[in-house]
């Protein structure tokens, strides 16, 4: 996929950026800083748009808060990582469970639509990268492109761009 179309990337931060943590068999988020490792791909990708004039957020869901099982604090410092690697615009994140009804949780487009407004985005300049189906549903119901980078527990996702890496993903 080419990047060179879109001005404005939103990432999906767990599963995309770092790795996710498995418990119980179920896939979740990390819960502490010593659970967070950012996935090799992301680091390759990162240092090959150390010069590209793109605009770069976040866009995730962090139920985890809500439900006391992750400090404020620890996700600073998850945050703190993450933006040395790429100077984000914003690091924007949903600190709501399904149970909340907030309009900032994906697959609600709130988080996006919100940094569209907020920096003047074209939504046609815009691309989420994501690894479920929440994340590819927000960015359908924000009106801009998606990418859908595949895992071993999202081959059911349907999303017409995909990647296996970030690195796959092509600029120039």
Do not use: W
Not at 94 to 112: A, E, Q, S, T, W
């Amino acid at each position: 996929m080419n990047l060179n179309t879109y001005k404005n990337i939103f990432l999906d931060r767990d599963g995309v950026i770092n790795s996710v943590v498995l418990r119980d068999e179920v896939i979740s988020s990390p819960r502490s800083f010593k659970e967070f490792k950012l996935r090799d791909d992301f680091v390759k990708f990162a240092n090959t748009l150390k010069e590209k004039e793109l605009l770069f957020f976040v866009c995730t869901n962090q139920p985890d808060i809500r439900r006391n099982l992750l400090d404020i604090d620890q996700l600073k410092k998850m945050h703190a990582v993450i933006e040395s690697y790429i100077d984000f615009t914003e690091i924007v994140y949903c600190p709501h469970d399904d149970h909340d009804n907030c309009l900032c949780r994906k697959p609600l487009p709130g988080m996006i639509d919100r940094m569209i407004t907020k920096y003047n985005l074209k939504r046609e300049e815009c691309l989420i990268i994501g690894d479920s189906y929440k994340d590819i549903a927000a960015g359908n119901n924000a009106h801009i492109d998606t990418c859908l980078l595949e895992t071993i527990y999202n081959k059911d996702v349907t999303c017409e761009n995909r990647i296996h890496k970030l690195t796959d993903l092509k600029i120039q």
